[in-house]
Nanobody, 111 residues
Framework: QVQLAESGGGLVQPGGSQRLSCAIS????????VGWYRQAPGKRREWVAS???????NYGDSVKGRFTISRDDAENTVYLQMTSLKPEDTAVYYC?????WGQGTQVTVSS
């Protein structure tokens, strides 16, 4: 059984930073690629970033240079460090591995 649990969301001011965590319960986590996605109200779910089992990271154009994805294999956790946040980053953020999704965590960027 694979379970994902996001945390770290909240209200942050424009220009601020936030770090999201995704704790994953699964066997062979070290071999798993993990992605972050987000969905704003009334919009389609959007891919944000992903990290391979070997630590190779890729980013969507809208977050490149501002967000950093990383993983801690000892803790079975993937992080999303977000900086220079904008109001348009407001969304529910989800992590995903294989066909499994977490429940999401809300990030609101507003003054």
């Amino acid at each position: 059984q694979v379970q994902l649990a996001e945390s770290g969301g909240g209200l942050v001011q424009p220009g601020g930073s936030q770090r999201l965590s995704c704790a994953i319960s699964m066997t062979d986590f070290r071999r798993a690629a993990v992605g972050w996605y987000r969905q704003a109200p009334g919009k389609r779910r959007e891919w944000v970033a992903s990290i391979s089992a070997t630590g190779i990271a890729n980013y969507g154009d809208s977050v490149k240079g501002r967000f950093t994805i990383s993983r801690d294999d000892a803790e079975n956790t993937v992080y999303l460090q977000m900086t220079s946040l904008k109001p348009e980053d407001t969304a529910v953020y989800y992590c995903k591995t294989g066909l499994h999704w977490g429940q999401g965590t809300q990030v609101t960027v507003s003054s």
